[in-house]
């Protein structure tokens, strides 16, 4: 049973224009949300959260927007750059430290 | 500091026989995970450890068992292999702490092809 969900296997976006990576869940009880980043031949690195606490949470370019009503996160990349074209996996915690991630979605930025 | 170390970087091996994986995680972190990685199906949760106990495990069959060193590191042992368990291996090491500050960090995983 799939937890997470990334629903779009792929996303081509131009370069400076605006990524947006869409993750939804079920379970209410996840309390922890990140987003990881994933180069071919490694692993996966961390590029950053979100507590259900709150709706949103800015990094430099990375912004994630937490909709728990709707049990949606999304994130956004403003402006893209070719060196972001890589495997996003959102991620969730429930409390005592399982994640359980998403199928991945593949990013491709077009110079 | 150093990152998590995973090794080997690539294992091929037939069915039904069985492989041990290894990994080293980042210096001070307590909790070890394992996580599977196949295509169109993300990363899926095998087990954690920390402290030498595996404290969270996910949906895998018993084929699939590990254990924590007192240093931390860890192994994952796959009996009977069979043709499905192809997969990428990831282990991640973190402090082990339940609070929102709590990350994963991944190592660069093991490739494993079963013939």
């Known amino acids: 049973d799939q937890q997470v969900k990334q629903n779009s296997p792929s996303l081509s976006v131009q370069e400076g224009r605006i990524s947006i990576l869409n993750c939804d869940y079920t379970n209410s009880m996840f309390d922890y949300f990140l987003w990881y980043k994933k180069y071919p031949a ?10 259900s606490i709150k709706d949103k949470n800015e990094d430099g370019r990375f912004t994630v927007f937490l909709n728990k009503s709707a049990k949606h996160l999304s994130l956004h990349i403003v402006p893209s750059q070719p060196g972001d074209s890589a495997v996003y996996f959102c991620a969730a915690r429930v409390t005592g430290n399982q994640f359980y991630f998403g199928t991945g979605t593949s990013l491709t930025v077009i110079p | 500091k150093a990152g998590v170390t995973q090794t080997p970087r690539y294992l091929i091996k037939t069915r039904g026989q069985q492989v ?20 169109g199906q993300g990363l899926q949760f ?19 068992s590990g254990r924590q060193f007192s240093n931390s590191r860890s192994e994952m042992n796959v ?10 291996y990831l282990c991640a090491s973190s402090l082990g702490r339940t609070d929102p500050n709590e990350k994963l960090f991944f190592g660069s995983g093991t490739q494993l092809s079963v013939l």
């Open chain 1, 42 to 51: 490694e692993g996966p690195t961390f590029l950053i959260s979100i507590s």
């Open chain 2, 20 to 39: 041990t994986l290894s990994c080293s995680p980042i210096s001070g972190h307590r909790s070890v995970s394992w996580y599977q990685q196949t295509p």
């Open chain 2, 46 to 64: 095998l087990f954690e450890y920390f402290s030498e106990t595996q404290r969270n495990k996910g949906n895998f069959p018993g084929r699939f």
């Open chain 2, 79 to 88: 009996s009977t292999l069979e043709l499905g368990d192809s997969a990428l």
